[in-house]
């Protein structure tokens, strides 16, 4: 069984703050990692992807990679009470000559003003 | 506007009913998944589907059945033999490309047993 583990959180940052969320996962064969916010009672929407080692930014976010140690994080800079959400790791695991993704449990961040 | 649409947004069940739970998009996308969310838990693959005609079981297809009959449309049929229905479903598709697609997702339903 192919692994994706979140387990830090619940996490509270004040308003401002860096806000730092982790993701490790058991397949070293995994090519793509995306990670998700979900609102309370709504579906999840794609906030990044990152597919090679190193660092990727968006805005205030930015994703992390690390293949060799089975990681991928997300940075939330400036954090604000919007971003109070729960947030999803994905990677995509190969089946034979399917793909899917598993998810991790999900962080829940909340931003204190 | 492209998207996916489930309905209905809520649902409920009587004991030993079928029911049914739409999902339609018009993105043009290939690859169509259905997930079962639990309070407090990520997403658990039920069914995916590549192409149409062509289905297969994720981690916890006991007690649901699809078809895709049709590129646009992955419906899931939540049986009797499920016992423990109640969740939150969501489908996902996914644009051709390899894949480095991310898969995005419909408003899901949600379903309760009465």
């Known amino acids: 069984q192919k692994e994706v583990e979140q387990n830090s959180g619940p996490l509270s940052v004040p308003e401002g703050a860096i806000a730092s969320l982790n993701c490790t996962y058991s397949d070293r064969v995994s090519q793509s990692f995306f990670w998700y916010r979900q609102y309370s009672g709504k579906s999840p929407e794609l906030i990044m992807s990152i597919y090679s080692n190193g660092d990727k930014e968006d805005g205030r976010f930015t994703a992390q990679l690390n293949k060799a140690s089975q990681y991928v994080s997300l940075l939330i800079r400036d954090s604000q009470p919007s971003d109070s959400a729960t947030y999803l790791c994905a990677v995509r695991y190969y089946t034979g000559a399917n793909s899917k993704l598993t998810f991790g449990k999900g962080i829940t961040l909340s931003v204190r003003p | 506007d492209g998207g996916i649409t489930q309905s209905p947004k809520y649902l409920f069940r009587k004991e030993g009913q079928n029911v049914t739970l739409s999902c339609e998009q018009n993105l043009n996308h290939d690859a169509m998944y259905w997930y079962r969310q639990d309070p407090g838990q990520g997403l658990r693959l039920i069914y995916y589907?590549?192409?149409?005609?062509?289905?297969q079981k994720g981690d916890i297809a006991e007690g649901y059945s699809v078809s895709r009959e049709k590129k646009e449309s992955f419906p899931l049929t939540v049986t009797s033999a499920q016992k423990n229905p109640t969740a939150f479903y969501l489908c996902a598709s996914t644009p051709p490309g390899g894949s480095n697609q991310p898969q995005h997702f419909g408003d899901g339903t949600r379903l309760s047993i009465l």
């Open positions: 589907s590549q192409i149409v005609n062509d289905f």
